[in-house]
């Protein structure tokens, strides 16, 4: 099964409302992961603003505004 990591911190509307719009397109297809930049200084430096981040293996996809043809095109790509 596929993987995302969505770069985020506590409080950011942005996150929760990608968040939410991912869930139908990746539901039974990849795992969504949560990762609090705030709890790593490394990552609150390489993200500080920039949130919500969209991650899967390896490289940046398109968040904001979110690319539903682009996750599929993930989502469809060799396993990961």
Same mark, same amino acid.
Do not use: F, T, W
């Given at each position: 099964? %596929?993987?995302?990591?969505?770069?985020?911190? @506590?409080? +950011?509307?942005? +996150? =929760?409302?990608?968040? =939410?719009?991912?869930? @139908?397109?990746? !539901? &039974? !297809?990849? !795992?969504? =992961?949560?990762? *609090?930049? *705030?709890? *790593?200084?490394?990552? %609150? %430096?390489?993200? $500080? /603003?920039?949130?919500?981040?969209?991650? &899967? *293996? &390896?490289?940046? /996809? @398109?968040?904001? @505004?979110?690319?539903?043809?682009?996750? =599929?095109?993930?989502?469809?790509?060799?396993? $990961?």
């Amino acid at each position: 099964m %596929k993987s995302l990591q969505l770069y985020s911190r @506590p409080g +950011c509307h942005l +996150c =929760e409302e990608l968040a =939410e719009a991912l869930a @139908p397109i990746i !539901r &039974g !297809r990849a !795992r969504l =992961e949560i990762i *609090d930049i *705030d709890a *790593d200084l490394a990552l %609150k %430096k390489q993200y $500080g /603003l920039r949130i919500p981040v969209l991650v &899967g *293996d &390896g490289q940046e /996809l @398109p968040a904001l @505004p979110l690319d539903a043809a682009a996750i =599929e095109a993930y989502l469809a790509s060799a396993n $990961g």
